[in-house]
């Protein structure tokens, strides 16, 4: 088997970057990436939880229409997963994994599950609202243990 003639990516922390980048260029990309993650915590980011609170209010009220609103919360919660990340915000990729093993290939779910995932929209609005970037803060650790409380009274 040959070796593949692609080139390998490497990729740098912020003020590591090779030498040789144009300074002009890289301030503009980082200009940019400023820009998106602006427009994520303060449009993507709670338009995305406003839908995802919709939805599991559906499913909670209406059983008939939950195979609908859980695969509605899943693909949310799967773009939530990765845009946390994306956007530096790795309690927010948490929760929509969570979200996501709460979800998936579900055709219903239980009141108590139900109010677990709402616990976890509550979190997820807050993070954002607060800007919680540092899951290690004393906040975000409060929230977060508040969550599992909250979450492990519905489930267990």
């Known amino acids: 088997m040959s070796k ?3 080139p390998a990516f490497s990729f ?3 003020g590591a970057e090779p030498s040789g980048i144009d300074d002009a260029a890289l301030r503009r990309a980082r200009s940019a990436i400023d820009k998106l993650k602006r427009a994520y915590v303060t449009e993507w980011a709670p338009a995305a939880i406003d839908e995802l609170e919709r939805a599991i209010l559906i499913a909670r009220s209406s059983p008939e229409q939950a195979p ?3 695969d509605a919360i899943f693909r949310l919660a799967h773009d939530m997963k ?3 990340a994306t956007f530096g915000y790795a309690m927010i990729s948490d929760i929509g994994g969570a979200l996501c093993n ?3 290939h579900r055709l219903t779910a239980t009141q108590a599950e139900l ?8 979190a997820a609005r807050t993070i954002i609202q607060n800007r919680l970037e540092d899951p290690d803060s004393p906040e975000a650790q409060s929230l977060r243990d508040d969550l599992l409380q909250t979450v492990r009274s519905h489930l267990h």
Request: aromatic share 4%; proline share 4%; glycine share 8%.
């Open 102 to 104: 709460l979800t998936d």
């Open 115 to 122: 109010e677990a995932m709402l616990a976890n929209v509550r």
């Open 12 to 14: 740098f922390e912020p």
């Open 68 to 70: 609908e609103q859980l």
């Open 82 to 84: 990765g845009q946390g």
């Open 4 to 6: 593949s003639s692609r």
